[in-house]
C-alpha cells in the first residue's frame, strides 16, 4: 500500500533545530516531487518546501527561506527538512506531500502523510 510516513516532530525551544523525514513507500512515487506543508490551528495551509525527483530543484515558502533546507536520500524514497533557527510561529502540524510539481505547490497533492506536531516554546 503507498504511504507517506513523517516522523522526527517534537517540542524545541525557539532558535533550535529538528529535523523532519517522510519515508514514500509504494511504486506510485516515483517520478513524484515531494515536499512539505503545514497548518497551524486556526490558520490556512501554508507551503513550505518542495524538492524535485531530481533532488535538484527545490522551492521554498517566504516564511521558512534561509532557515529550512529540504533534501532527499539518493534512493529517492526519503525527504528530509531540516529546521534551523526556529521560531515560534513555525508551530504546527507538518505535512509530508507528493505530486508533479505544478499540483503539489498548489496544495492539492494526491498524496499526504499522516502529519506530526512540530511545537516551538518561546
Known amino acids: 500500500q503507498a504511504q507517506l510516513v513523517e516522523s522526527g516532530g517534537g517540542l524545541v525551544q525557539a532558535g533550535g533545530s529538528l529535523r523532519l523525514s517522510c519515508v514514500a513507500s509504494?511504486?506510485?512515487?516515483?517520478?513524484?516531487?515531494m515536499g512539505w506543508f503545514r497548518q497551524a490551528p486556526g490558520k490556512e495551509r501554508e507551503f513550505v518546501s518542495s524538492i524535485s525527483w531530481s533532488g535538484d530543484s527545490t522551492q521554498y515558502g517566504d516564511s521558512v527561506k534561509g532557515r529550512f533546507t529540504i533534501s532527499r536520500d539518493g534512493a529517492k524514497t526519503t525527504v528530509y527538512l531540516q529546521m534551523n533557527s526556529m521560531k515560534p510561529e513555525d508551530t504546527a502540524v507538518y505535512y509530508c506531500?507528493?505530486?508533479?510539481?505544478?499540483?503539489?505547490?498548489?496544495?492539492?497533492?494526491?498524496?499526504w502523510g499522516q502529519g506530526t506536531q512540530v511545537t516551538v516554546s518561546s
Open positions: 506531500v507528493a505530486d508533479r510539481a505544478p499540483v503539489l505547490e498548489s496544495g492539492y497533492s494526491r498524496y
Open positions: 509504494g511504486r506510485i512515487f516515483s517520478g513524484l516531487d
